[in-house]
């Protein structure tokens, strides 16, 4: 007969939570996925306040059980009614009784998926399983297993069509014209871009290659002096191994990129040489190159982002690791700076692990699937990290170091700088509160063993990082609580939210390339595009990756909003009160700013910001 499992519905008991409409299950188990079933029994089903049990059987059991799948369609021709699901409660083949908490109004065609109101351990085992239904849901099950090429560029568009996201789609439209220079500052990875007021001693690029991109009656010198010259340099990708992924060799570049902001305000590029030592088997590629040759030598750069941003960039927000481990091993839970700062921890180490088990290491998804494999991922990782600095971490000192305080439409600067301040002035407001003077710092022998630890066993002793070895001062504090809070929250956010958007078109952020770099102009043809980019899995294994990393949390708590009352002043409850009114206005201001915004950003809105590294 199969596994049965009785499934409790309850319908809300406020006024007209009640419907008329059909509305469908899915169960979702570590062993299986039931068949969709619709929620039926003798009479109506669904009235305000109705406890109703149902039974869905499989053909197997499911093993643990992870989610459930739930579907309202309109009923006939009925006029549409929302439903209030309140509760859904289901017993298993093995007896245990488990509780998905709804608690929500559902329209018309809406699905929604519930987790277990358990534990930590099924949160994390849902989003690793999430990784492997994703591979269905987008038609990449078949892909997996398909380590061949593609054949035309129309089959990728089939291949992910079923997933675009309204960003994804105008991706997929624009990504190799003028929208290439826009991603750098408002796509998944906002860190590379610097302004150049000097060319590398490296980069062969001359003015007389150049100028005629430039506007009429100027020059590269001139606009550099002019602050429109910017560069992104990949130099920590040079001298990386690289792997073999299906029996074929793999390649990464390490490209600079030139570009120019014309008087329009546009980031267009206009030179690019893939390799790091100019020579003659070295070109520097420009726009007046043959279309394929330019499209190639873009295509070498977005390679190259992808991997930066995964191991330099995306990877740094979960140091928040560094920041949490000090904070239990010093803080007690009675401290100021444990209770202002413990949100913020919220799963991050068990993510941590996840990560560490399932996306990075030799079997990882994200490193069998790029160019660099393990080894590479790792020596980069720790190119990175012997980079990283206590400024750089503060966005207003990252931003004015990279000289970009004034480009426009850099909307990952402007919504940062907003967020950063509403940050520091919260975090200012309550560490004043609790230390009145220098002073109370330097006394506090708990705190001095917190930022003493981050800097031993965080940052390894390195005076060079600019990280504080001990708090002289109030605003050293402030400063550093301001920097935690931001990194793991804002941060994390805007490193992570994009990443299927600008990645599920997989050209445009290939974590591989299986062509060696050209060394010379004129080689390339419609082919060779297709020829360089991944295989069909490994494309269906990373366009997965970027999904489960992007998708919010089940249980997202907001920037700012807090499930425990960890103070009891009434001073501290105002000033998070007031701290949650900001945020809520910027929210809104965000909002409708994106209206008139052909490509919205929206990976700093307050709203859809976790308090931690929670994905």
């Known amino acids: ?97 488990i509780h998905f908490p709804c608690y929500r109004w559902m329209a018309e065609g809406e699905v929604i998926e519930l987790r277990e109101a358990k534990g930590l351990y099924t949160y994390l085992l849902l989003h690793y399983f999430f990784f492997l239904l994703k591979l269905g849901e987008i038609k990449m099950k078949k892909l997996v297993k398909k380590p061949d090429q593609w054949v035309q560029m129309e089959d990728m568009k089939s291949a992910f069509w079923s997933s675009r996201t309204a960003v994804s789609e105008y991706v997929q439209l624009h990504w190799m014209d003028d929208f290439f220079g826009y991603q750098l500052l408002n796509g998944s990875n906002p860190m590379m871009l610097r302004r150049c007021t000097e060319l590398p001693l490296n980069f062969a690029v001359t003015n007389g290659m150049v100028q005629p991109f430039l506007e009429s009656g100027t020059s590269l010198t001139l606009e550099m002096k002019q602050g429109n010259i910017f560069l992104c340099d990949y130099k920590r990708l040079a001298d990386l191994p690289t792997q073999f992924i299906n029996g074929k060799q793999q390649y990464v570049a390490a490209p600079l990129c030139l570009l120019y902001k ?15 030592q100019a020579s003659e088997d070295n070109p520097v590629f420009l726009p007046s190159d043959s279309e394929y040759d330019w499209q190639l030598a873009k295509l070498y750069v977005r390679n190259a982002d992808c991997l930066e941003h995964q191991a330099s960039f995306y990877l740094r927000t979960h140091l928040a690791e560094t920041f949490t481990v000090s904070l239990m091993r010093n803080l ?39 160019s660099i494999g393990d080894e590479g991922m790792t020596n980069l990782i ?55 003077s220098d002073s109370d710092v330097q006394q506090d022998t708990e705190l001095q063993d917190w930022i003493k630890e981050i800097f031993i066993h965080g940052f390894l002793e390195q005076s060079s990082t600019g990280i504080p070895q001990c708090f002289s001062t109030v605003e050293e504090v402030i400063k550093c609580v301001t920097m935690v809070i931001f990194t793991v929250s804002a941060q994390h956010s805007a490193l992570r939210a994009g990443q299927f958007d600008y990645g599920s078109w997989f050209p445009n952020a290939p974590g591989s390339l299986k062509q060696p770099p050209p060394t010379s102009k004129g080689s390339s043809d419609k082919n060779t595009l297709l020829d360089t980019l991944p295989d069909m899995n490994t494309s269906a294994y990373l366009v997965s990756v ?9 249980d997202l708590v907001p920037l700012g909003q ?35 915004l052909q490509v919205p950003y929206t990976y700093m809105c307050p709203d859809n910001i976790s308090n931690s590294v929670s994905i």
């Not at 207003?396 to 970009?404: A, F």
């Not at 480009?407 to 940050?423: A, E, K, M, T, V």
């Not at 501290?572 to 409708?592: C, G, M, P, T, V």
């Open 332 to 370: 007690p839970a009675a401290h100021p700076i444990h209770k202002l700062l413990v949100p913020h921890t919220r799963y991050t180490l068990q993510i941590n692990t996840l990560i560490q088990n399932r996306l990075l290491g030799p079997v990882g998804a994200v490193t069998q699937n790029t």
């Open 562 to 596: 807090y499930l425990e009352d960890y103070f009891c002043q009434m001073a501290s409850q105002k000033r998070i009160r007031d701290f949650q009114a900001e945020l809520s206005f910027f929210s809104e201001s965000i909002n409708d700013r994106n209206k008139g």
């Open 1 to 97: 007969m199969g596994a049965i499992y009785d499934v409790e519905v309850t319908t809300g008991s406020m006024t007209h939570a009640g419907t008329f409409d059909n509305i469908f299950i899915t169960l979702i188990g570590t062993q299986g996925v039931s068949e969709r079933a619709k929620l039926d029994s003798y009479g109506r089903d669904f009235k305000t306040g109705m406890k109703v049990t149902y039974k869905v059987i499989t053909r197997f059991t499911l093993a643990n059980l992870l989610l459930i799948r739930l579907e309202k369609d309109n009923f006939m021709f009925l006029p549409e009614n929302d439903w209030f699901c309140s509760l859904v409660n289901v017993r298993t083949p093995e007896k245990d009784v």
């Open 262 to 276: 014309n008087q329009v305000g546009k980031l267009l590029p206009i030179a690019i040489q893939l390799q790091q």
């Open 382 to 436: 720790k190119k990175a990290l012997s980079d990283l600095t206590h400024s750089s971490l503060c966005l207003p000192e990252d931003i004015s170091d990279r000289g970009l305080e004034s480009i426009p439409n850099f909307f990952y600067r402007d919504d940062g700088l907003r967020l950063w301040s509403f940050i520091n002035y919260f975090v200012r407001s309550m560490v004043e509160f609790y230390y009145q």
């Open 546 to 554: 970027f999904w489960l990393l992007s998708k919010p949390s089940s």
